[in-house]
């Protein structure tokens, strides 16, 4: 899955929650296992917001290569 994201006004309405149901949805219908994403770790409202879903966080190993 790449870039779900809500506006403050939209938050809190049960919007968020929906979008993900309909993701898993077709997901199944797809006949996958499971959904991948990523959110920066600074990012805790979307965090909090995963958490709620019960929704697993994989440690992930972020690598940079200087070109200079």
Do not use: S
Not at 16 to 33: I, K, P, Q, S, T
């Amino acid at each position: 899955m790449d870039c779900l994201y809500l506006t403050e006004e939209a938050r809190g309405h049960g919007l968020g929650a929906a979008l993900m149901d309909e993701v898993a949805a077709l997901a199944r219908g797809l006949g996958l296992g499971h959904v991948e994403w990523q959110t920066p770790d600074w990012n805790e409202g979307a965090i909090r917001f995963y958490d709620r879903l019960r929704a697993t966080g994989k440690p992930k190993l972020r690598y940079a290569l200087p070109v200079r």
